[in-house]
């Protein structure tokens, strides 16, 4: 007779371990996506290794990039940049410091400097042209090769013909002694960015392209071109984004994760593969929670 009641307790208990042992594993597997990831930011895509919020992308271009108030931002120790464009079979971009003189305006700015475990770099084609400079800069210094004194100089003239140059305290036309043209094939390359106050500089200007037009400052483009690192694409990402979902990373070890857009997270794509994709399986998972959990305050309550 002992044998008898025993039994259903028995099996009573072993689906109570079941159902409460099962949801939990499955928890394990599937993240409640917190933010969700937009393939824009304004009209800019974005693309991994990028991502519009924290958790999308990848997790080491996530500290400098986000979609912040419609805008696509850079950020640095040193500022907030806004992203102007990015191309993504060239692996480079265009950021616009707000601080940065320009042929129509000119003010006094501070510096410009990436991080060095960034995985970014200024690309050489870049013209950085240091404004306003004190005479006693060490850029003048005679054996510090820091200026390009052959084609450059069209560059400070060019600026300096600007009536932004009055935003510095200098009148148009002013004589060019007090300009620099950083020409990084002569001084081994731009390491880590600009540090005005030490150089003694009032403000810099950075030239991507002259617009078609040298002769004309008005029609240059201003600002940084900078390359990213494009090596952390993999198989895993192209899988996620095959299945119609982002590549992001979530949890303290910042794993890999698809964000897929029904919601839910994923450790490989949104196709189904493995691990339960839709709300639903959320639902189910507090069903069984809560079903275990009845039947085990009954046993409980019988005893």
């Given at each position: 007779?002992?044998?008898?009641?025993?039994?259903?307790?028995?099996?009573?208990?072993?689906?109570?371990?079941?159902?409460?042992?099962?949801?939990?594993?499955?928890?394990?597997?599937?993240?409640?996506?917190n933010n969700t990831c937009h393939n824009t930011c304004s009209k800019i895509p974005v693309k991994f290794p990028f991502g519009s919020s924290f958790g999308c992308g990848h997790?080491?271009?996530?500290?400098?990039?986000?979609?912040?108030?419609?805008?696509?931002?850079?950020?640095?120790?040193?500022?907030?940049?806004?992203?102007?464009?990015?191309?993504?079979?060239?692996?480079?971009?265009?950021?616009?410091?707000?601080?940065?003189?320009?042929?129509?305006?000119?003010?006094?700015?501070?510096?410009?400097?990436?991080?060095?475990?960034?995985?970014?770099?200024?690309m050489e084609n870049n013209i950085f042209a240091l404004v306003g400079c004190s005479r006693t800069s060490p850029v003048f210094e005679r054996d510090a090769g820091f200026c390009?004194?052959?084609?450059?100089?069209?560059?400070?003239?060019?600026?300096?013909?600007?009536?932004?140059?009055?935003?510095?305290?200098?009148?148009?036309?002013?004589?060019?002694?007090?300009?620099?043209?950083?020409?990084?094939?002569?001084?081994?390359?731009?390491?880590?960015?600009?540090?005005?106050?030490?150089?003694?500089?009032?403000?810099?200007?950075?030239?991507?392209?002259?617009?078609?037009?040298?002769?004309?400052?008005?029609?240059?483009?201003?600002?940084?071109?900078?390359?990213?690192?494009?090596?952390?694409?993999?198989?895993?990402?192209?899988?996620?984004?095959?299945?119609?979902?982002?590549?992001?990373?979530?949890?303290?070890?910042?794993?890999?994760?698809?964000?897929?857009?029904?919601?839910?997270?994923?450790?490989?794509?949104?196709?189904?593969?493995?691990?339960?994709?839709?709300?639903?399986?959320?639902?189910?998972?507090?069903?069984?929670?809560?079903?275990?959990?009845?039947?085990?305050?009954?046993?409980?309550?019988?005893?």
């Open positions: 007779m002992m044998l008898l009641n025993t039994i259903p307790i028995l099996l009573t208990h072993n689906i109570i371990i079941l159902l409460l042992i099962h949801p939990l594993h499955a928890i394990q597997s599937i993240i409640p996506l997790p080491i271009f996530s500290r400098y990039i986000k979609c912040a108030s419609g805008t696509l931002q850079f950020s640095t120790a040193a500022g907030i940049y806004t992203i102007s464009s990015i191309d993504y079979s060239t692996k480079s971009l265009i950021i616009t410091d707000p601080l940065m003189s320009t042929c129509s305006s000119m003010q006094n700015s501070g510096s410009f400097t990436l991080d060095r475990a960034s995985p970014f770099t200024i390009d004194t052959g084609s450059g100089l069209n560059v400070c003239r060019g600026l300096y013909s600007c009536r932004g140059v009055e935003g510095i305290g200098l009148e148009p036309n002013a004589p060019i002694s007090t300009c620099c043209v950083y020409d990084p094939t002569i001084s081994g390359g731009l390491e880590s960015g600009l540090a005005l106050p030490k150089l003694q500089c009032s403000s810099y200007s950075a030239i991507y392209g002259f617009g078609g037009d040298e002769g004309d400052p008005m029609k240059w483009e201003y600002g940084i071109s900078l390359q990213f690192n494009g090596s952390y694409y993999s198989d895993a990402c192209k899988n996620c984004e095959d299945s119609g979902g982002f590549c992001g990373f979530s949890g303290l070890d910042e794993a890999f994760s698809c964000k897929c857009q029904n919601g839910v997270n994923t450790t490989s794509n949104c196709y189904g593969r493995g691990y339960a994709l839709s709300g639903s399986w959320r639902h189910k998972i507090q069903t069984c929670l809560t079903i275990g959990g009845f039947l085990l305050s009954l046993i409980v309550a019988f005893f």
